[in-house]
């Protein structure tokens, strides 16, 4: 009798096997990567290098928005990303959040189906109402008139949060926790963990204790920065006292690498860089930190896996 037809069929069999495993397994882990994309590294002034302040991150299928400033929905589109699944802002100052109408509205032209939800600190809740109004006749049309779309699309589910876990979805948690933006009150940063990995994101603040605190263990940190030098030598409208207002405000590069050596991330990244172009963010920086560092720009992405991998540019 022949068996090689058998055999033949056999090793195919497992090698079909082996392979599917193999593409299983992949999948798996690739699902349980953290991944982070700076859509916007800019601040206040208008930049077509640095949009306003917007971070992504991808944990499995989840995608969650932490603040929404100028250009957000450009950025988010220009990855393919047509839908979120939550927004979080660390603060209320208009640069952070003066795409949400954008964010909400267009998302909802664009197909969205179910609210928006949305957790902030307090005078969240408020704003996105009065936001409802604002859009009322907008609203009223698409919705009852014109074109009809999904009334739940344009619902909004706003939440005030206090420092803590504010959101847990099976291995997935988000922890807010206060920092220290001078006057500006509350104003939260956020912890993202998930699968094994972690991701601090400072939101604004000066030096602060309670974000070396909850950072700890973090594999990446996402700080703002101030450059004083440079930015005294801004030509704005404001006055040497409203300057120095500012400058108290935010946390210059030597600071945040003391804060960078006492957290001791895998990957130091800077974010909502003041002014947009500094030179010197990095020397500045070595005088107290001398570890892994990243310049942030717009669309660069951080993978977490077994190892983090850092892109330059649209992926």
Same mark, same amino acid.
């Given at each position: ?34 991944k ?5 590294t ?42 979120v ?47 409802r ?34 959101y847990r ?19 939260f ?16 603040? $000066?030096?602060?204790e !309670?974000?070396?605190?909850? =950072? %700890?263990?973090?594999? *990446? /940190?996402? #700080?703002?920065?101030?450059?004083? +030098?440079?930015? $005294?030598?801004?030509? !704005?409208?404001?006055?040497? =006292? %409203?300057r120095?207002? *500012? /400058?108290? #405000?935010?946390?210059?590069?030597? +600071? ?24 010197d ?8 930190y001398?570890?892994?560092?990243e ?21």
């Open positions: 009798m022949n068996t090689a037809p058998t055999k033949h069929w056999n090793f195919r069999l497992r090698l079909a096997l082996v392979l599917a495993l193999a593409a299983f397994f992949a999948q798996t882990a690739r699902a349980q990567d953290l982070v994309t700076l859509l916007g800019g601040n206040p002034r208008p930049s077509m290098e640095r949009f306003g302040p917007s971070i992504l991150v991808e944990a499995g299928q989840e995608k969650l928005l932490f603040d929404c400033g100028r250009g957000a929905l450009q950025r988010l589109y220009q990855i393919k990303i047509e839908q699944d939550g927004l979080f802002l660390t603060h209320l100052h208009s640069d952070h959040i003066v795409g949400i109408p954008d964010l909400w509205l267009t998302s909802w032209v664009m197909g969205r189906t179910v609210p928006l939800r949305v957790w902030g600190p307090a005078g969240t809740q408020r704003m996105m109402s009065h936001l109004q604002a859009y009322s006749f907008d609203i009223h049309m698409r919705r009852d008139v014109d074109q009809n779309l999904p009334p739940q699309g344009v619902e909004i589910q706003a939440k005030d949060i206090r420092q803590g876990v504010v979805n099976g291995d997935l948690k988000v922890t807010a926790f206060e920092v220290d933006h001078g006057l500006v009150k509350p104003a940063g956020y912890r993202i963990d998930y699968a094994g990995h972690s991701v601090v994101l400072s939101g604004d603040t $000066r030096y602060s !309670n974000l070396i605190r909850f =950072a %700890q263990g973090t594999d *990446v /940190l996402i #700080h703002e920065v101030l450059d004083p +030098e440079a930015y $005294r030598n801004l030509a !704005n409208s404001y006055t040497p =006292a %409203q120095a207002q *500012v /400058l108290a #405000h935010h946390t210059t590069p030597e +600071e945040a690498g003391k804060v960078f050596t006492k957290v001791a991330p895998k990957l130091a990244v800077y974010s909502h860089i003041v002014p947009p172009d500094v030179p963010l990095i020397p500045h920086t070595r005088k107290t001398a570890g892994p560092l310049v942030g720009e717009d669309l660069m992405s951080i993978e977490l896996g077994q190892q983090i991998a850092v892109h330059h540019g649209q992926r």
